[in-house]
């Protein structure tokens, strides 16, 4: 019974009883250690510091602890074939999932620290966004017989990463998108750092950005507008592109008329929706049937260069993205209204496991008519029509049979032929000013010479020659309409009058666009809101389509700018 007894208290088994008494295996009896809860206080920009709890065993003292730590597996861009995009970034399922991207898609475990202490510091090259991942065990070993026993199981993993700077773990963007009613700068700016500015480009502004680095890889201009062999090739340029990029559109004056339907399943291939609506209004017109949008309408087809800008990644499916379409209404003679423009921020945090920017807190601009189907309001900015005018509902009528609104185009390019008309400024009709009381008696404007004048005179420089209806005599020495600043242009040449195709300072259209004190040829108010005499060029400098299309030439960083420099 003694010997039982003894052979019971022995730490390690018994050859021979050892079977017997499997309870008192030392290496069942470890409580492994812990890692401690994960700070990001303790992550710096280039060193990772781990600490754990004590492992206990109750028949030996903890000998020494055994850190490993091991990395994602592959390059980068692997992450980004392994999401799905469904719902714009990564299924939800799969985020709530702690182990993802899954055990396979790390490297070898390699221990990196044994010893008694608690507390491991990692070194890392700065700049180099490292994520690890880290576990422990404890080993032991007995005082009695002065031999190590066994260790403890590996404590549940840790993930942990380097911190990157403050202005590369999230990165600010903005982008603003412009059309024929509503100029202003087509404007993409990242991190503070404008990428393009400009606004003497007409079409669509495609902007190339990579998500592991948010660096620049593509920025050109298409003229979708005019020009459907550009409007294809943008087409074949985004599909270079998987879904490791970013897919940044802006519009610039006018886009629609050129657009086909190859550009367009390429846009709905990165997320976009409406812009294959309105490209198949103007350019394809294979129309789609709805009772609500109007596409069939004036509201659509009237009028064009509707303000446009889109953020999308490839694949991620119709409708994902995130897209801002606005109206292409406008009126620039008030100067306190400014014309709505397209408008879409957001950040982008830099997810450190799948080293890849992801987009968050994005908000868009969007007009309820093009977002709900529901048009503006009576007297708004975009229907200025009174309400007592507005016609009644007739529920026996088809939707589609009327349209939901006529869309109010305010701007001087469009009413200028009636205004020329309407103010008396060209031959037989600049007669004097004169009143006719209720006998038909016509008496001469009382009012002193100066005071006779339009609206339209007062853009256009001066009064104009006018004559007494009866015989014709002169009771105004003004200009006549061929005298006046760019006749010719004001006329009919401003409908076709381009940035770049009007010379050098738009001599070849007109000598005075967009000087001081002439309001009718003014930037944003003129007949041509768009040529602007002032207007800055800032673009970053890319490749040309050499670098795109021939992989052999690769160039590391083809783009200026970038987010994340790795070459440290």
């Not at 005082?143 to 942990?160: L, N």
């Not at 041509?528 to 021939?550: H, V």
Request: with cysteine.
């Amino acid at each position: 019974m003694a010997t039982i007894a003894l052979l019971a208290l022995w730490p390690w088994p018994h050859p021979v009883l050892g079977a017997y008494f499997p309870s008192y295996n030392i290496e069942e009896t470890w409580h492994s250690p812990l890692m401690q809860p994960w700070d990001p206080m303790r992550a710096m920009e280039g060193s990772i510091m781990v600490t754990w709890s004590p492992g206990w065993n109750p028949w030996c003292a903890v000998d020494r602890y055994e850190l490993q730590v091991r990395r994602p597996r592959g390059p980068p861009m692997r992450f980004a074939d392994m999401e799905s995009l469904r719902y714009r970034e990564t299924d939800t399922d799969e985020q709530e999932v702690e182990t993802w991207p899954g055990d396979g898609e790390w490297g070898v475990w390699q221990t990196t620290y044994v010893g008694v202490g608690r507390a491991y510091m990692l070194w890392v090259p700065k700049q180099t966004a490292h994520a690890a991942q880290f576990r422990v065990r404890a080993c032991g070993s007995s005082e009695r017989m002065g031999s190590a026993t066994g260790c403890s199981p590996w404590s549940p993993v840790q993930t942990a990463y380097t911190m990157l700077s403050a202005a590369q773990d999230k990165v600010n963007f903005m982008v603003r998108g412009m059309g024929m009613n509503a100029p202003d700068y087509v404007h993409i700016e990242v991190n503070r750092h404008v990428v393009y500015r400009r606004r003497d480009e007409t079409g669509l502004v495609l902007a190339v950005f990579r998500r592991m680095d948010f660096s620049l890889q593509w920025l050109r201009t298409y003229d979708t507008h005019r020009n459907r062999t550009e409007a294809l090739q943008m087409a074949e340029h985004i599909r270079f592109y998987n879904a490791s990029y970013f897919i940044v559109v802006a519009s610039s004056i006018a886009w629609e008329w050129q657009a086909p339907r190859t550009l367009v399943q390429t846009m709905e291939f990165c997320g976009a929706y409406h812009f294959g609506q309105w490209a198949y209004t103007f350019a394809e017109q294979v129309h789609y049937r709805s009772n609500t949008s109007d596409l069939q309408q004036t509201a659509s087809q009237e009028q064009f260069g509707h303000p446009y800008a889109f953020i999308g990644i490839p694949g991620i499916g119709t409708a994902m993205g995130f897209e801002s379409l606005m109206y292409n209404t406008g009126h620039y003679l008030a100067r306190s209204v400014k014309p709505q423009q397209a408008i879409i921020r957001g950040v982008a945090y830099y997810d450190y496991v799948a080293r890849l920017y992801r987009l968050q807190d994005v908000t868009a601009t969007k007009a309820t008519f093009f977002a709900k189907g529901q048009p503006p309001l009576p007297e708004t900015f975009h229907n200025p029509v009174p309400s007592r005018k507005s016609p009644t509902l007739d529920f026996f009528t088809l939707a589609s049979m009327a349209p939901a609104y006529v869309p109010y185009i305010g701007t001087l390019r469009e009413h200028i032929t009636k205004l020329l008309e309407a103010n008396g400024t060209v031959m037989p009709y600049n007669l004097a000013f004169y009143l006719q009381t209720d006998a038909k008696v016509r008496k001469v404007d009382p009012r002193p010479k100066s005071w006779w004048v339009t609206e339209l005179e007062r853009l256009w420089g001066g009064h104009s020659m006018r004559f007494w209806h009866h015989n014709a005599t002169i009771l105004n020495h003004g200009l006549q309409f061929e005298e006046r600043s760019c006749p010719s242009f004001v006329k009919h040449s401003h409908l076709f009058a381009d940035p770049m195709s009007c010379g050098h300072l738009f001599q070849d259209c007109c000598d005075r666009v967009d000087v001081p004190d002439f309001p009718l040829t003014e930037c944003g108010v003129g007949v041509s809101p768009t040529l602007c005499r002032s207007a800055e060029i800032l673009q970053d400098d890319c490749p040309g389509p050499f670098e795109l299309i021939n992989r052999t030439s690769y160039v590391k960083w083809p783009c200026a700018f970038r987010v994340i420099d790795w070459r440290s």
